[in-house]
């Protein structure tokens, strides 16, 4: 983490611009430390080179830069409801020059560029990228989804949304127990939207990352921050189950 410190100190300093005493400002700022650390643990589990090491750390570290203007501008993290946040991250960065300010040789450009713009998407396409970028785009999905599983199931953080009644769309079910990630457009109420954050599991890549979830106790949490228990215990369970039995 040596080669790191510049680069704390260049994000904390682009951090503070912004309006530190509410919560989701440092909410963020927090995700993108454990996001960071989290990365560097995957490299670690794979066993991979210091270069590999240090742009996953770099990269975790900027996934979310976006984040801060866009709830200083709109008051929201709803990409559906003011800007993509990858997008505007990238912009930020390599457009608007940002970059610059962290250690990074200009050759990993397009690699950091396109890791950051695409943590959040639905589903990779995996055939247009070369095998480092492929690489570091699992680690950073990864490690990010993670964090924000760890932040479900701390109410005090982030907390999961119900409705007062048993309504799951059948589609949403369907891909659950397909073990298949849900896509934000299908989401019709807030049965479904907590069922979208509990089938991250099923977009995990990595063993560590499994392990992470499951052994750390996030869906037993999250299951405890809900009031409709037996609506949520057996796709929690399925989740589990999952995490357990995968191909890892």
Not at 26 to 39: I, L
Not at 83 to 108: M, P, T
Request: glycine residues 4%; proline residues 1%.
């Amino acid at each position: 983490m040596n080669l790191m410190n510049d680069n704390f100190d260049s994000f904390d300093e682009y951090v503070m611009a912004f309006d530190f005493n509410e919560f989701a400002i440092k909410r963020k700022y927090e995700h993108s430390y454990r996001v960071m650390r989290e990365s560097d643990a995957i490299v670690y589990s794979l066993g991979l080179e210091e270069d590999d090491s240090y742009l996953a750390c770099l990269i975790g570290l900027l996934h979310d830069i976006g984040r801060f203007i866009q709830w200083r501008d709109y008051h929201t993290y709803s990409d559906y409801k003011s800007v993509n946040h990858a997008l505007l991250g990238a912009k930020i960065l390599f457009d608007d020059g940002l970059i610059k300010k962290f250690k990074l040789e200009e050759k990993y450009y397009n690699l950091v560029r396109t890791a950051i713009e695409n943590h959040g998407v639905y589903k990779l396409n995996e055939k247009q990228y070369d095998e480092q970028t492929l690489l570091h785009l699992k680690i950073i999905r990864d490690a990010d989804k993670i964090d924000i599983l760890y932040q479900l199931s701390n109410p005090k953080i982030l907390e999961l949304n119900e409705e007062n009644n048993d309504d799951i769309t059948e589609e949403i079910k369907e891909k659950f127990y397909k073990h298949e990630s849900i896509e934000k457009k299908n989401v019709k109420n807030e049965n479904d939207n907590t069922l979208m954050k509990i089938a991250m599991v099923y977009d995990l890549n990595y063993k560590y990352s499994k392990d992470a979830v499951l052994e750390r106790g996030y869906l037993d949490r999250m299951l405890d921050s809900l009031k409709n228990k037996k609506l949520f215990k057996p796709y929690i369970e399925e989740a589990k189950k999952y995490l357990k039995g995968s191909d890892r």
